[in-house]
């Protein structure tokens, strides 16, 4: 069964860190680009940050560059978002995304569309 599963969200305040992971089972996730988006509650989606399958290429919005970290664990079959610094605005649930991609250097999270399996999502809370 093909299958994403993220993790580690929670309550976190804000100036903290909490590190997301996307973890595949049916399928390698070093083959995929992978991407994270994030949607609020009346909100847009919106990506968040990328990775790209061979590179690795990665790309962050701007609202998360020096923050955010993207990266892979090809032991783990997974791909995790290290997210320091949390601010109120981060708050959101966190879904991680894949597309089929083994030789591609750079990825774009534009549009969601490119991305043909979604995990369910982890809740982030960024509050004091």
């Known amino acids: 069964q093909v299958q994403l599963v993220e993790s580690g969200g929670g309550l976190a305040q804000p100036g903290g860190s909490l590190r997301l992971s996307c973890v595949a089972s049916g399928f390698r996730l070093e083959y995929y680009n992978i991407a994270w988006f994030r949607q609020d509650s009346g909100k847009e989606r919106e990506g968040v940050s990328c990775i790209s399958a061979s590179g690795p290429g990665t790309d962050y919005r701007d609202s998360v560059k020096g923050r955010f970290t993207i990266f892979r664990d090809n032991a783990k079959n997974s791909v995790n978002l290290q997210m320091n610094n949390l601010k109120p605005e981060d708050t959101a649930t966190y879904y991680c995304?894949?597309?089929?991609?083994?030789?591609?250097?750079?990825?774009?999270?534009?549009?969601?569309?490119?991305?043909?399996?979604w995990g369910q999502g982890t809740q982030v809370t960024v509050s004091s």
């Open positions: 995304a894949a597309s089929w991609g083994p030789h591609l250097s750079s990825c774009t999270m534009d549009p969601p569309s490119l991305y043909g399996y």
